[in-house]
């Protein structure tokens, strides 16, 4: 049987492990926070204070969240999207936390990798009932080789092959 969902998988996979292996210290930055309840000067995302841009190899500072009037703020989201993405450590971190308040500091290339992450991990939540659905609907197509094929030693035509598969794949909701 045909085994897409290893190669598939673990393509989108790699934006998120590599973001979970930034967060395991993230742990010990609650412990660290300032007598007045804020943040350390770091980056919530890679404890650094500086780094060096990948994208354009320019030194980014950490920088405060920023907050506008009339825009979503960008910390918002935060919370909601380290839990979904089972970033348990960071999210106990940012939980029930104004990040605006509590001077919460992140470097801007960190912040876009942690969004590409989440986005990452949504397409993989979207893609794995796809795949599960195409490997079902192929099973019966191979089923019908096999038979027609291997055992009666018949010419098959590739349209039935196609009709086979496109009327398995509506069987199973697609």
Same mark, same amino acid.
């Given at each position: 049987?045909?085994?897409?969902?290893?190669?598939?998988?673990?393509?989108?996979?790699?934006?998120?492990?590599?973001?979970?292996?930034?967060?395991?210290?993230?742990?010990?930055?609650?412990?660290?926070?300032?007598?007045?309840?804020?943040?350390?000067? +770091?980056?919530?995302?890679?404890?650094?204070? +500086?780094?060096?841009?990948?994208?354009?190899?320019?030194?980014?500072?950490?920088?405060?969240?920023?907050?506008?009037?009339?825009k979503a703020?960008?910390? +918002?989201?935060?919370?909601?999207?380290?839990?979904?993405?089972?970033?348990?450590?960071?999210?106990?971190?940012?939980?029930?936390?104004?990040?605006f308040a509590?001077?919460?500091?992140?470097?801007?290339?960190?912040?876009?990798?942690?969004?590409?992450?989440?986005?990452?991990?949504?397409?993989?939540?979207?893609?794995?009932?796809?795949?599960?659905?195409?490997?079902?609907?192929?099973?019966?197509?191979?089923?019908?080789?096999?038979?027609?094929?291997?055992?009666?030693?018949?010419?098959?035509?590739?349209?039935?092959?196609?009709?086979?598969?496109?009327? +398995?794949?509506?069987?199973?909701?697609?």
């Open positions: 049987m045909l085994d897409i969902t290893d190669s598939a998988i673990n393509d989108l996979l790699v934006t998120s492990i590599a973001f979970k292996t930034r967060v395991i210290k993230i742990l010990h930055l609650h412990n660290r926070t300032n007598n007045n309840g804020l943040f350390p000067p +770091e980056c919530i995302f890679c404890q650094k204070i +500086e780094i060096k841009a990948i994208s354009n190899r320019k030194t980014e500072r950490a920088e405060c969240f920023p907050s506008w009037k009339h703020n960008a910390w +918002e989201n935060i919370e909601s999207r380290a839990k979904q993405m089972g970033l348990d450590r960071f999210y106990t971190l940012v939980k029930d936390v104004d990040l509590v001077e919460a500091k992140h470097h801007p290339s960190c912040l876009r990798s942690f969004r590409t992450a989440f986005a990452n991990h949504e397409r993989r939540i979207a893609t794995v009932p796809l795949v599960t659905c195409h490997q079902k609907a192929f099973v019966p197509v191979l089923e019908y080789l096999r038979f027609h094929i291997v055992q009666r030693n018949e010419i098959v035509r590739l349209t039935d092959l196609r009709l086979i598969y496109i009327k +398995e794949l509506k069987r199973n909701g697609l």
